[in-house]
């Protein structure tokens, strides 16, 4: 099991217990799973972070 799976069942997990919340617990699933697998790219060093960071900022282009 990649790291980018196990990412994602970690937030799969997260979001199962906020499902309790109705509506915004299955949106706030959609964000941990999210998270969880950005986390489990960054781990396996498929993902640069800083970069990202970079580029959400405007410090570099995405293209």
Request: avoid cysteine; charge should be positive; glycine fraction near 16%.
């Amino acid at each position: 099991m990649s790291l980018t799976v196990a990412g994602i069942a970690m937030g799969a997990f997260v979001a199962f217990m906020s499902f309790e919340f109705g509506v915004w617990g299955f949106l706030g699933s959609l964000l941990f799973m999210g998270i969880g697998a950005l986390l489990g790219r960054a781990a396996e060093g498929k993902l640069d972070l800083r970069s990202v960071m970079d580029a959400i900022t405007g410090r570099r282009s995405s293209s």
